[in-house]
């Protein structure tokens, strides 16, 4: 059962390392200062292809559950992480959004009555300051409209998660995440048009790469083994494995960018990972009083 368990966890925890992989892949590839674009491709596109792979549509209740879900893990997540990869460095974007744990924390103590433990909050609080010591740098250039999308990002998707535990569709997989990804685009493709008008004139074989990888990895496969994971483990402890996003944004910056990584930050991403590994830990049962008794006498 602990290797099952294990092995959930390591499935589960790609994909955040995936979208530690995007920052790079927008900075790098992508036209400027076209985030709305960007994440209309990336979730439209990708819920197009799960539509066509399972041919299945929402029944009943599932209409409006799939907008507000896909509002919240698609729509207005992407238009505000997009906001924030395009303002800020991609080693911020990615880390600013390190609160979510602890929101998802609060919110599942109030809507699906998981406990809160002390391990937890001091685990979530350790994540939020082993992000700020990634963070935090002398060069790092703080926009504050950037910083705002950011946690904006991290509030709205952590209500999405905790919504998703508690919602638990009857369709199969690949079907619910290609409605959350189709109802989010399609909330995005008014916006987009409107704030940023039409698409470029041509797009490079870069930005078509770059486009395809977001869609299809960053997108159709990812989340789709986020909602599996979170099918089998708890909110709180899917969401601590978000963690490893600012971590690995921050690793390829220093690998692939050639940023600067100083032993501040090292040291930051020791304080996530272990973090991180304390919240997937359960929490001790306690012996049987038989058993205890049994102790007491020998």
Same mark, same amino acid.
């Given at each position: 059962?602990?290797?099952?368990?294990?092995?959930?966890?390591?499935?589960?925890?790609?994909?955040?390392?995936? &979208?530690?992989?995007?920052?790079?892949?927008?900075?790098?590839?992508?036209?400027?200062?076209?985030?709305?674009?960007?994440?209309?491709?990336?979730?439209?596109?990708?819920?197009?292809?799960?539509? *066509?792979?399972?041919?299945?549509?929402?029944?009943?209740?599932?209409? &409006?559950?799939?907008?507000?879900?896909?509002?919240?893990?698609?729509?207005?997540?992407? !238009?505000?992480?997009?906001?924030? #990869?395009?303002?800020?460095?991609? /080693?911020?974007?990615?880390?600013?959004?390190?609160?979510?744990?602890?929101? $998802?924390?609060?919110?599942? #103590?109030?809507?699906? +009555?998981?406990?809160?433990?002390?391990?937890? !909050?001091? *685990?979530?609080?350790? /994540?939020?300051?082993?992000?700020?010591?990634?963070?935090?740098?002398?060069?790092?250039?703080?926009?504050?409209?950037?910083?705002?999308?950011?946690?904006?990002?991290? !509030?709205?998707?952590?209500?999405?998660? $905790?919504?998703?535990?508690? &919602?638990?569709?009857?369709?199969?997989?690949?079907?619910?995440? /290609?409605?959350?990804?189709? #109802? %989010?685009?399609?909330?995005?493709?008014?916006?987009? +048009?409107?704030?940023?008008?039409?698409?470029?004139? +041509?797009?490079?074989?870069?930005?078509?790469?770059?486009?395809?990888?977001?869609?299809?990895?960053?997108? +159709?496969?990812?989340?789709?083994?986020?909602? &599996?994971?979170?099918?089998?483990?708890?909110?709180?402890?899917?969401?601590?494995?978000?963690?490893?996003?600012?971590?690995?944004?921050? !690793?390829? %910056?220093?690998?692939?960018?050639?940023?600067?990584?100083?032993?501040?930050?090292?040291? %930051?991403?020791?304080?996530?990972? #272990?973090?991180?590994?304390?919240?997937?830990?359960?929490?001790?049962?306690?012996?049987?009083?038989?058993?205890?008794?049994? %102790?007491?006498?020998?």
């Amino acid at each position: 059962m602990l290797r099952n368990r294990t092995g959930i966890v390591l499935l589960t925890a790609l994909t955040p390392s995936i &979208w530690g992989t995007t920052y790079l892949v927008t900075t790098e590839l992508l036209p400027p200062d076209r985030p709305l674009l960007a994440a209309l491709i990336r979730a439209l596109l990708a819920g197009l292809l799960l539509l *066509a792979i399972t041919r299945r549509l929402p029944k009943g209740i599932w209409w &409006w559950r799939s907008l507000v879900l896909g509002a919240l893990n698609i729509g207005v997540f992407f !238009a505000l992480l997009f906001v924030g #990869a395009y303002r800020l460095p991609g /080693g911020v974007a990615a880390t600013v959004g390190a609160v979510q744990p602890l929101l $998802v924390a609060l919110l599942s #103590a109030g809507l699906l +009555a998981e406990r809160l433990s002390l391990r937890t !909050a001091l *685990a979530a609080v350790a /994540g939020v300051a082993g992000v700020g010591l990634l963070v935090l740098r002398a060069d790092a250039r703080l926009d504050a409209l950037g910083v705002a999308a950011a946690i904006g990002g991290a !509030a709205v998707m952590a209500t999405g998660v $905790v919504l998703s535990k508690r &919602w638990r569709s009857p369709a199969p997989l690949l079907a619910t995440t /290609g409605w959350q990804l189709v #109802a %989010g685009g399609l909330l995005l493709l008014p916006v987009a +048009a409107l704030v940023e008008g039409s698409p470029p004139p +041509a797009l490079t074989t870069a930005n078509l790469a770059g486009y395809a990888y977001l869609a299809v990895i960053g997108s +159709a496969f990812a989340y789709a083994l986020w909602f &599996w994971g979170l099918g089998r483990l708890s909110a709180t402890q899917v969401t601590f494995l978000g963690l490893l996003s600012p971590v690995v944004a921050t !690793a390829l %910056g220093w690998l692939v960018l050639g940023q600067r990584l100083t032993a501040a930050q090292a040291f %930051g991403a020791v304080v996530v990972l #272990a973090a991180l590994v304390a919240a997937q830990l359960r929490p001790a049962r306690p012996r049987p009083a038989r058993a205890v008794l049994a %102790g007491e006498e020998s």
